[in-house]
C-alpha cells in the first residue's frame, strides 16, 4: 500500500518537478529605456536638421554653379573681345607702319627739296632775281619755278605733319584698345575664379556636411537597435516572470499535494508499524517460555519502514546505483526507481524533451535510492533526512539543493554527492548525466540532505 501511495504521488507531482531553473534574462530599466529613447529622439531631431540644410546647401550649390557657368560665360565673351582688340591692334599697328612710312617719305621729300634749292644756287628776292637774270623770259620762267617750289614745300610739310599725326592717333587708339579689353578680361578672369572658388567652397561644405549626415544617420540606427533591443529584453523578462509565477504556482500546488501524500503515507507506515508492533507482542505473548519467539524465523515480522536507516554503505550504494546512469540524456520529467523514460515537452528549453528517453535531477535520485519511496520532487526530497550536513562533512550518497529564493519552496535542483567534492548530477534539457565539480553546478546553493536520517 505504501508503495502504491508512493507511485502514486510521482504521477500527480510529475509534471511540476523540479528542474534546472534558466539564468533570468536581462531586464533594463525604464531609465535606460527613457535615456535610449530620447537618445533616439535627439538623434532623429539632428538627421532631420542635417538633411535640411543638406538640402539648402544643395540649392545654394546649384545657384553657385549656375554663378559660375555665366563667369564662364562672361569671360569667354571677355576673351573673345580681347583677341579682337588684339586684332584692332594690328590693324592701327599697320596704320602706325604706314602711317611711318609717310612720315619719312615726306621727310625724304622736303629734305630732297632743300638740296635742290641749294644746288641751284637762286638768289632771294627780286632784286636778286633781276641781277642774275639773262633776260626777262627767264626771269619769268624763275618765278614760275619759285612759285611751284614754294607749293610743293608746303605740300611736303603738310603730308609730314598729317603723317605723324595719324601715327600719334594709330599709337594712342591700339594701345587704349588693348587696355580696355585687357582690364575687361582680367575682370571676368577674376570673376570666374571667385565663382569657381565658391562652387568648391560649398562643395567641401556639402561634403562635410554630408559625412555628418552619414555619421548620424548611423548613430540613429543604432540608437533605434539599442532601443529596441532594451524593449525586447523588457518584453522577455516580463513573459520570463509570468512563467515564473505560472511555475511556481505549479510547484507549490504540486509541493501541498506530496506533503499531503507523505503525511498519508507517514500516518499508513505509523499505522503498519502499531499494527506489526501488536502482532509481534501478541505472538510472544502466545509463544510462552518457548526460546524467545520471535527471534528465529517463526513470526510475522513486518518489513522496515521507507524511512530505513543512513549508513555509510547505503549512501555509497545510492551513488554506485546513481553511476550506472552517466551519459543518460536528461528529459524532463522523466525517469524514476525503474530507471529512464520519457519525458515532458514544456518550456523553458524542454520543447522536445517527449521524445527524450532519460531522467531528470529528481528522477536521477529516485533511482539511485530506489529502494525507498521517494518523490519525484526536488523539494520533498529535501525532506527525506533530518541531517543537513555543511558543505566540509558531505559524505557520498547525500543530496545536495539549489534553491531560487533560499526557502525550501523555491527548491529547483538537486544533484547526488560522490565525494571528492564532485556530484553527478542530470542538469538541464539538452544535456547529459554527468559528474561536476559540487562548486559549478548551478546558482543558489541552499544546503544538504542526509536520506533516511
Same mark, same amino acid.
Given at each position: 500500500?505504501? %508503495?502504491?501511495?508512493?507511485?502514486?504521488?510521482?504521477?500527480?507531482?510529475?509534471?511540476?518537478?523540479? @528542474?534546472?531553473k534558466?539564468?533570468?534574462?536581462?531586464?533594463p530599466?525604464?531609465?535606460?529605456?527613457?535615456?535610449?529613447?530620447?537618445?533616439?529622439?535627439?538623434?532623429?531631431?539632428?538627421?532631420g536638421?542635417?538633411?535640411?540644410?543638406?538640402a539648402?546647401?544643395?540649392?545654394?550649390?546649384?545657384?553657385?554653379?549656375? /554663378?559660375?557657368?555665366l563667369?564662364?560665360?562672361?569671360?569667354?565673351?571677355?576673351?573673345?573681345?580681347?583677341?579682337?582688340?588684339?586684332?584692332?591692334?594690328?590693324?592701327?599697328?599697320?596704320?602706325?607702319?604706314?602711317?611711318?612710312?609717310?612720315?619719312?617719305?615726306?621727310?625724304?621729300?622736303?629734305?630732297?627739296?632743300?638740296?635742290?634749292?641749294?644746288m641751284?644756287?637762286?638768289?632771294q628776292?627780286?632784286?636778286?632775281?633781276?641781277?642774275?637774270?639773262?633776260?626777262?623770259?627767264?626771269?619769268?620762267?624763275?618765278?614760275?619755278?619759285?612759285?611751284?617750289?614754294?607749293?610743293?614745300?608746303?605740300?611736303?610739310? +603738310?603730308?609730314?605733319?598729317?603723317?605723324?599725326?595719324?601715327?600719334?592717333?594709330?599709337?594712342a587708339? !591700339?594701345?587704349?584698345?588693348?587696355?580696355?579689353?585687357?582690364?575687361?578680361?582680367?575682370?571676368? !578672369?577674376? !570673376?570666374?575664379?571667385?565663382?569657381?572658388?565658391?562652387?568648391? +567652397?560649398?562643395?567641401?561644405?556639402?561634403?562635410?556636411l554630408?559625412?555628418?549626415?552619414?555619421?548620424n544617420?548611423?548613430?540613429?540606427?543604432?540608437?533605434?537597435?539599442?532601443?529596441?533591443?532594451?524593449?525586447?529584453?523588457?518584453?522577455?523578462?516580463?513573459? @520570463?516572470?509570468?512563467?515564473?509565477?505560472?511555475?511556481?504556482?505549479?510547484?507549490?500546488?504540486?509541493?501541498?499535494?506530496?506533503?499531503?501524500?507523505? !503525511?498519508?503515507?507517514?500516518?499508513?507506515?505509523?499505522?503498519?508499524?502499531?499494527?506489526?508492533?501488536?502482532?509481534?507482542?501478541?505472538?510472544?505473548?502466545?509463544?510462552?517460555?518457548?526460546?524467545?519467539?520471535?527471534?528465529?524465523?517463526?513470526?510475522?515480522?513486518?518489513?522496515?519502514?521507507?524511512t530505513?536507516?543512513?549508513?555509510?554503505?547505503?549512501?555509497?550504494?545510492?551513488?554506485?546505483? %546513481?553511476?550506472?546512469?552517466?551519459?543518460?540524456?536528461?528529459?524532463?520529467?522523466?525517469?524514476?526507481?525503474?530507471?529512464?523514460?520519457?519525458?515532458?515537452?514544456?518550456?523553458?528549453? %524542454?520543447?522536445?524533451?517527449?521524445?527524450?528517453?532519460?531522467?531528470?535531477?529528481?528522477?536521477?535520485?529516485?533511482?539511485?535510492?530506489?529502494?525507498?519511496?521517494?518523490?519525484?520532487? +526536488?523539494?520533498?526530497?529535501?525532506?527525506?533526512?533530518?541531517v543537513?550536513?555543511?558543505?566540509?562533512?558531505?559524505?557520498?550518497? /547525500?543530496?545536495?539543493?539549489?534553491?531560487?529564493?533560499?526557502?525550501?519552496?523555491?527548491?529547483?535542483?538537486?544533484?547526488?554527492?560522490?565525494?571528492?567534492?564532485?556530484?553527478?548530477?542530470?542538469?538541464?534539457?539538452?544535456?547529459?548525466v554527468?559528474?561536476?565539480?559540487?562548486?559549478?553546478?548551478?546558482?543558489?546553493?541552499f544546503?544538504?540532505?542526509?536520506?533516511?536520517?
Open positions: 500500500m505504501v %508503495a502504491a501511495l508512493a507511485v502514486l504521488a510521482s504521477v500527480l507531482v510529475a509534471p511540476q518537478l523540479a @528542474y534546472a534558466p539564468k533570468p534574462p536581462p531586464n530599466s525604464n531609465t535606460q529605456i527613457s535615456a535610449a529613447q530620447q537618445h533616439k529622439n535627439n538623434l532623429a531631431s539632428e538627421v536638421r542635417l538633411s535640411a540644410q543638406t539648402e546647401l544643395q540649392t545654394r550649390l546649384e545657384r553657385l554653379k549656375a /554663378d559660375q557657368e563667369a564662364e560665360q562672361k569671360l569667354a565673351f571677355a576673351l573673345s573681345k580681347l583677341a579682337d582688340a588684339k586684332a584692332s591692334a594690328q590693324a592701327a599697328q599697320a596704320n602706325v607702319i604706314k602711317a611711318q612710312t609717310d612720315v619719312v617719305r615726306a621727310q625724304r621729300d622736303f629734305v630732297g627739296y632743300l638740296q635742290a634749292s641749294y641751284g644756287g637762286e638768289v628776292g627780286t632784286a636778286g632775281s633781276l641781277l642774275t637774270a639773262h633776260d626777262p623770259n627767264v626771269l619769268l620762267e624763275q618765278g614760275a619755278l619759285n612759285d611751284y617750289q614754294s607749293s610743293h614745300q608746303l605740300t611736303a610739310i +603738310a603730308i609730314l605733319q598729317r603723317a605723324r599725326v595719324a601715327k600719334s592717333n594709330a599709337d587708339t !591700339a594701345r587704349r584698345a588693348v587696355a580696355v579689353q585687357k582690364a575687361a578680361t582680367d575682370a571676368a !578672369a577674376a !570673376a570666374q575664379a571667385q565663382a569657381v572658388a565658391a562652387v568648391n +567652397a560649398a562643395r567641401r561644405q556639402q561634403q562635410q554630408e559625412a555628418t549626415l552619414s555619421a544617420r548611423a548613430r540613429l540606427q543604432q540608437a533605434q537597435l539599442e532601443l529596441a533591443t532594451l524593449n525586447n529584453q523588457r518584453v522577455t523578462y516580463l513573459a @520570463y516572470q509570468r512563467e515564473q509565477a505560472r511555475i511556481a504556482a505549479a510547484r507549490a500546488a504540486a509541493l501541498a499535494r506530496a506533503r499531503a501524500a507523505a !503525511a498519508a503515507a507517514a500516518a499508513a507506515r505509523a499505522a503498519a508499524a502499531a499494527a506489526a508492533a501488536a502482532a509481534a507482542n501478541n505472538n510472544g505473548n502466545n509463544g510462552g517460555g518457548g526460546g524467545g519467539g520471535g527471534g528465529g524465523g517463526g513470526g510475522t515480522f513486518v518489513a522496515p519502514g521507507p530505513g536507516h543512513w549508513t555509510p554503505a547505503a549512501g555509497q550504494r545510492a551513488v554506485n546505483r %546513481a553511476m550506472q546512469l552517466l551519459g543518460v540524456p536528461y528529459a524532463w520529467a522523466g525517469g524514476g526507481a525503474s530507471g529512464p523514460s520519457r519525458g515532458v515537452c514544456a518550456g523553458d528549453g %524542454a520543447f522536445n524533451d517527449c521524445n527524450v528517453i532519460g531522467v531528470d535531477c529528481s528522477g536521477l535520485v529516485m533511482f539511485a535510492w530506489a529502494q525507498f519511496p521517494f518523490y519525484h520532487y +526536488a523539494a520533498t526530497q529535501y525532506e527525506q533526512g533530518s543537513h550536513p555543511d558543505t566540509s562533512s558531505l559524505m557520498p550518497g /547525500d543530496l545536495v539543493f539549489w534553491s531560487s529564493d533560499g526557502t525550501v519552496g523555491g527548491i529547483h535542483h538537486v544533484a547526488i554527492y560522490i565525494g571528492g567534492g564532485n556530484v553527478i548530477q542530470a542538469p538541464q534539457s539538452g544535456d547529459i554527468r559528474i561536476t565539480p559540487l562548486g559549478e553546478v548551478n546558482w543558489g546553493y544546503g544538504a540532505t542526509r536520506p533516511l536520517t
